[in-house]
T-cell receptor
């Protein structure tokens, strides 16, 4: 099946620093990637939709200047958490939609990045 | 918008059958997905329904009724490794085709 990787898997940083998370589709092309955030014992909340070659679409309540998204190629999207604060500590998960036309157009999820801001 | 409801927790016995229900209210519907998520891991795809009826895939089956805004995931011959959260997600009709997830159902399989 399709593989999506994320790097890093774990990051601990000081408050005020910026953290970049990479999401890569390893064996397929993805014009669209999605970024989710998941707090403990809660479900995934969509943060933004990342489109290759264009600006990301952010969900209501998500600050686009704080969560910078870049989708420079068909296989790579990055999420940068700028000036991170402890309340940004969460599990960040990306998913990618296979460009190939399939009936279900399954989203394939990366393994997630756990961010802890001290 | 989307509103998706599923039970918070369920408990079942190894070898048994369990049904996890999901109801949804959406402004646009373009498919319903079920994902399995073990603690601390990313979700893995289980099933997809876009038309009414039952989709069977090994020990897992998923049912959809679009008129009722209802789906269920059926797990047969439960195994201990099936203990996980099960997420119901609905895809919207917008061009971005994003998924909206329910809060998830934590299933505990007991010996």
């Amino acid at each position: 099946g399709a593989v999506v990787s994320q790097h890093p898997s774990w990051v601990i940083c000081k408050s005020g620093t910026s953290v970049k998370i990479e999401c890569r589709s390893l064996d397929f092309q993805a014009t669209t990637m999605f970024w989710y955030r998941q707090f403990p014992k809660q479900s995934l909340m969509l943060m933004a939709t990342s489109n290759e070659g264009s600006k990301a679409t952010y969900e209501q309540g998500v600050e686009k200047d704080k969560f910078l998204i870049n989708h420079a190629s068909l296989t790579l999207s990055t999420l940068t958490v700028t000036s991170a604060h402890p309340e940004d500590s969460s599990f960040y998960i990306c998913s990618a939609r296979d460009l190939a036309l399939t009936a279900q157009e399954t989203q394939y999820f990366g393994p997630g990045t756990r961010l802890l801001v001290l | 918008g989307q509103n998706i409801d599923q039970p918070t927790e369920m408990t079942a016995t190894e070898g048994a059958i369990v049904q996890i229900n999901c109801t949804y209210q959406t402004s646009g519907f373009n498919g319903l997905f079920w994902y399995q998520q073990h603690a601390g891991e990313a979700p893995t795809f289980l099933s997809y329904n876009v038309l009414d009826g039952l989709e069977e895939k090994g020990r897992f089956s998923s049912f959809l009724s679009r008129s009722k805004g209802y789906s269920y995931l059926l797990l047969k011959e439960l195994q201990m490794k099936d203990s996980a959260s099960y997420l119901c997600a609905v895809r919207d009709l917008t061009g971005r085709r994003a998924l909206t997830f329910g809060s998830g159902t934590r299933l505990q399989v007991q010996p």
